[in-house]
């Protein structure tokens, strides 16, 4: 075999490694994107009255309250929301890590998006917000402000009635005026155009 033929098959042979790598590679992008389309991290405050279900981006999936936020003053539940929020995006993020680890065999990826969302959003990488604060029980002697009267039951509020209908007035039509039949002068006669007439 000539020297060119051996380049040739030695290029040949380099597009086909090449080609087979880019092949695995999309199929581990493939696998990884849709992991990370599917991480999502529970948490729960301590006492249970808040729960919180973020996404890949941190987003907020689901917000639950248990009856025991009644028990809490308003400030101590934004404290707790908030916590249990920064605790369920902390959760959902080492998830999206891992993936990542799993896929590329490092999270030099993923850190290269976290900063350029951070310089370019102002996110911040969510990171595990501490202890969970203490919720502060409601005195039965402390006055209800208006923010706690929102969990307060009241009576449902009957609907305002629908108004009137307004009639809406028609404007009078325009008369129609119609043109004359044009006049046709010649005769009609009728002829059987299937007769032989004899011809």
């Known amino acids: ?3 060119f033929a051996q380049q040739l098959l030695r290029r040949i042979e380099a597009i086909d490694t090449a080609a087979a790598d880019s092949r695995r590679r999309a199929e581990v992008y493939q696998r990884m994107s849709g992991e990370l389309k599917d991480v999502s991290a529970k948490a729960v405050s301590p006492d249970g009255a808040v729960t919180v279900v973020a996404g890949a981006g941190g987003e907020v999936k689901t917000l639950l309250f248990s009856d025991r936020i009644r028990e809490v003053t308003p400030a ?3 404290a707790m929301v908030m916590h249990t929020l920064g605790v369920a995006r902390a959760a959902a993020a080492r998830q999206q890590a891992e993936v ?3 896929g590329l065999g490092d999270t030099e990826h ?5 900063d350029a969302d951070e310089k370019t959003f102002g996110d911040e990488r969510p990171a595990h917000p501490g202890p969970a604060p203490v919720p502060v029980p409601r005195h ?3 006055p209800a402000g208006p923010a706690d009267r929102l969990f ?3 009576p449902p509020v009957p609907p305002a009635p629908a108004p009137a209908p307004v009639p809406i007035p028609v404007p009078p039509r325009a008369p129609v005026t119609r043109r004359p039949a044009a006049r046709d002068d010649e005769p009609f006669e009728e002829t059987d155009l299937f007769a032989d007439g004899g011809r």
């Open 140 to 142: 039965e002697e402390e």
């Open 1 to 3: 075999m000539s020297e």
């Open 76 to 78: 101590a539940l934004a």
């Open 152 to 154: 307060d039951e009241q």
């Open 110 to 114: 993923l850190d290269r998006v976290l």
């Open 100 to 102: 990542v680890r799993r």
